[in-house]
């Protein structure tokens, strides 16, 4: 499970082992659990469960455990407890139910380091729930929700068009025209203004944000975050995580350059999006000291919601494209609806109801993507007992979205791609209570209205242009599926053609 990251290690193993045999000890002479702990493997001092877990494919691991131990059991990462929520109505009840509870969010090293309470993503009390409260209302503003964001989709689906087109269905990589287009939507409500996709800085900022994901997902991150006191050790082999560092500091280093150009042009009297409204409020409240409207927060927020609102939607449609091609019977029968429906008129939301194939394939998708499948973690706010099982404060808690989204009990085949999945008897478009890749309770995506817009507006002017399929020489059973993971689950790396159906 951990080879390839341990001989990364330093050699100078004398004082690490003296490091080692320290929190052994201390381990070995700490209080026990509660007598009512969650059930678990049983842990080793020091590794806890390591040798359970593969780090690679940390969510699969836990999945695997959930049918041993149940919905609601423990796992040690290091000498860290961790308490695991699997299947739907067990998360929906913790997130939901006990909101207030289940509702903190986990802060791990590399974040803490990075965000250091800023932001919007990885912060918790009151700086987290004034940012939220704004984010939320301007989202809504600027475009989440209203008729302006639909056509700035729209917009930008002509463009993300134009480029396609350039192909002239040869094979291409779908990574970069996708983010960029989605990427771009964010941009116009975060700045007010869209960027061309061949703007160097743009590309460097999309694909500095795919590789901070990447990075943040992976084995060596993750256990970076269970022994944080390898940094004093290991600093120059933890090379992730070096990366990481210098890619956030870009990332920060170009949200202020940005920034200070919609500053020196600021307009109180006619706000362009979410930026020139958090420096509106930032002046209104500049004679507050302790105002949470600084510039790391306006820094940290912009920069959640450009890696939030970009991977997300962005990773779902690469997805949705590529499981067009691998089955093509599907690609058939959402064009069929979208010829008799639209015919040649641009696609738009109010269509959405009298597509409910196209509707329940775009479901299926995102459940089949499962491209957050264990959340982001949360902690919980006090102690609580929870289905039985005391659960102290402070302890981290992962929601296994999977566990919901490939629930045997909920969906008749869970590892199949089916749209059927979505639909009743008669063909109509049904909602499953199971569903939920957008999380649920407090800490549920912020963007997600607007990310549901996202989805059914580039899926369907992109089906109703194109038709997608392998590289010559690659059949459908060739396309691979097996996701590349980090943060997020993505696509792994592959071609496909956009064949012109004009």
Not at 262 to 287: A, M, Y
Not at 350 to 374: C, F, S, W
Request: hydrophobic residues 40%; glycine residues 8%.
């Amino acid at each position: 499970m951990l080879e390839g990251l341990l001989p990364q290690m330093p050699p100078p193993l004398t004082l690490l082992g003296v490091v080692l045999v320290l929190v052994l000890l201390y381990l070995l002479s700490s209080t026990p659990g509660h007598g009512n702990d969650p059930p678990g493997p049983r842990p080793l001092p020091l590794l806890g469960n390591l040798l359970h877990l593969d780090l690679k494919w940390f969510h699969l691991s836990l999945s695997e455990l959930s049918k041993k131990y149940g919905s609601v059991f423990t796992v040690h990462l290091g000498p860290k407890k961790v308490v695991v929520l699997a299947g739907h109505k067990t998360i929906k009840q913790a997130l939901v139910n006990y909101a207030e509870e289940f509702g903190d969010r986990e802060v791990e090293p590399i974040f803490s380091e990075m965000v250091k309470g800023h932001g919007v993503l990885f912060s918790n009390g009151d700086s987290w729930k004034e940012m939220r409260r704004f984010s939320l209302t301007n989202l809504r503003d600027f475009g989440m929700g209203k008729r302006g964001s639909e056509e700035m989709i729209i917009e930008e689906s002509r463009h993300l068009i134009e480029v396609l087109e350039i192909f002239k269905g040869e094979p291409f990589d779908t990574t970069q025209p996708v983010n960029y287009s989605v990427s771009n939507i964010i941009c116009a409500i975060m700045y007010g203004s869209r960027f061309d996709y061949a703007d160097p800085a743009f590309q460097k900022m999309v694909d500095r944000n795919n590789d901070l994901i990447r990075l943040c997902g992976s084995a060596e991150i993750l256990l970076y975050n269970m022994f944080p006191w390898l940094r004093w050790f290991c600093g120059r082999w933890l090379v992730n995580r070096t990366q990481v560092f210098k890619d956030n500091d870009e990332n920060i280093e170009e949200i202020e350059r940005l920034v200070q150009g919609l500053k020196e042009t600021l307009n109180p009297q006619d706000l362009r999006g979410f930026v020139d409204s958090f420096l509106v409020r930032q002046q209104e409240e500049s004679d507050q000291p302790d105002s949470h409207f600084h510039n790391n927060n306006l820094n940290y927020t912009v920069g959640n919601l450009f890696a939030a609102g970009t991977d997300t939607t962005g990773t779902t449609l690469r997805w949705g494209l590529l499981l067009m091609a691998k089955y093509p019977h599907i690609q058939d029968q959402v064009q069929e609806e979208l010829s008799q429906v639209i015919g040649d008129r641009e696609p738009r939301m109010e269509y959405r109801k009298n597509l409910p194939y196209t509707d329940a394939v775009i479901h299926e998708i995102q459940r089949v993507a499962n491209i957050g499948p264990m959340s982001i973690p949360h902690t919980t706010s006090c102690d609580v007992t929870f289905q039985g099982y005391f659960i102290k404060k402070g302890t981290t808690v992962i929601p296994l979205l999977m566990s919901a989204l490939q629930d045997e009990e909920e969906w008749e085949t869970p590892h199949s791609f089916n749209p059927g999945h979505f639909l009743d008897e008669k063909g109509c478009f049904v909602k499953k209570d199971a569903f939920m890749p957008f999380s649920a309770g407090r800490r549920a995506c912020l963007g997600e209205s607007l990310a549901r817009m996202e989805l059914f507006l580039f899926f369907t002017f992109l089906l109703q242009r194109f038709r997608f399929t392998p590289p010559p020489g690659v059949s459908e059973d060739e396309l691979d599926l097996t996701p590349s993971v980090g943060f997020s689950l993505t696509p792994s790396t592959h071609q496909l053609c956009a064949v012109s159906r004009a």
